[in-house]
């Protein structure tokens, strides 16, 4: 018995979600793609667009390192921590992006769905691969709530995106 035993079934639902919402938003972007797009506009999606697809990625990749059959938590417990500094490291570039794009102005909701939650999601990310040595039960429901959180900013960041488009540009 490993220590991600009794996980399967949740990273299997979610993975396949992640995988899911990957070819959603590519049927998104290729949507939004029919309107001209200019540099700003390239500068605008990667600190919008291109980050909903890391955070889907994220997801994935980590229900495939929790579905791996490992057998000491040390190789898992390395790979998510450097998953969740690369996170970090990630999400100070988009807030930077966010910050110097031109082409709309990022109200608080954008903040907390591009910037603090994914901040939030990848430092418990990281912190649940250190805890994993002294506490791996606890370790995996950070791992987890993570996973999750990802999962749902990436949701809500596609439905805004869309609905940006929708309704605002195409005015």
């Known amino acids: 018995m490993t220590p991600f035993t009794g996980w399967e079934n949740f990273y299997v639902i979610l993975g396949s979600s992640a995988g899911a919402l990957i070819g959603l938003q590519f049927i998104v972007i290729t ?29 994935l990749l980590l229900s495939a390192v929790l579905n791996a059959p490992w057998q000491t938590v040390t190789p ?8 969740g500094t690369l996170g970090v490291l990630y999400t100070a570039l988009v807030a930077r992006r966010m910050r110097t794009q031109t082409v709309y102005a990022p109200v608080f909701e954008d903040w907390l769905f591009h910037a603090l939650l994914p901040l939030a999601a990848y430092a418990t990310l990281a912190g649940s691969a250190y805890a994993a040595y002294a506490d791996i039960g606890g ?3 950070g ?4 996973a999750l959180l990802l999962l749902f900013i990436g949701v809500h960041n596609t439905w805004d995106a869309v609905t940006y488009h929708v309704f605002v540009r195409r005015q």
């Open 31 to 59: 949507l939004i793609a029919q309107e001209p797009i200019d540099k700003d506009l390239s500068v605008a999606g990667s600190a919008f667009a291109t980050p909903t697809i890391v955070h889907f990625g994220a997801v």
């Open 76 to 83: 898992a417990a390395a790979i998510l921590g450097a998953l």
């Open 139 to 141: 370790a995996l429901f």
């Open 143 to 146: 791992v987890a709530v993570a």
